[in-house]
Nanobody
Framework: VKLVESGGGLVLPRGSLRLSCTASGTIFSISTMAWYRQAPGKQRELVASITPGGQTHYVDSVKGRFTISRENVNHSIYLQMNSLKPEDTAVYSC??????????????WGQGTQVTVSS
């Protein structure tokens, strides 16, 4: 399974960006998908997650500004980021929990996409 992200870039404070992530390869079933981020000198943190049924979870710092969505048929997730702040600057990575036909779980990560919020 391979995850490919797109949509990062440089944006002004209070601007918006939309990240996309699509899983490809031999896929049996994908459970939770999520966006993580890691800023320089900081630990990686969970930004938002979404289940196949659409249940979402957000870190407090992005609630009301970010929206995660999912297209199960395409094995894709999206992160709409509004009202961006300089502290949102980080490498954003996509995550997927893949389940095989035998019930095994495997974690997969994308290569990451840089988001920089700066004037």
């Amino acid at each position: 399974v391979k995850l490919v992200e797109s949509g990062g870039g440089l944006v002004l404070p209070r601007g918006s960006l939309r990240l996309s992530c699509t899983a490809s390869g031999t896929i049996f079933s994908i459970s939770t998908m999520a966006w993580y981020r890691q800023a320089p000198g900081k630990q990686r943190e969970l930004v938002a997650s979404i289940t196949p049924g659409g249940q979402t979870h957000y870190v407090d710092s992005v609630k009301g500004r970010f929206t995660i969505s999912r297209e199960n048929v395409n094995h894709s997730i999206y992160l709409q980021m509004n009202s961006l702040k300089p502290e949102d600057t980080a490498v954003y990575s996509c995550y997927a929990d893949h389940r095989t036909a035998w019930g095994e779980h495997f974690d997969y990560w994308g290569q990451g996409t840089q988001v920089t919020v700066s004037s």
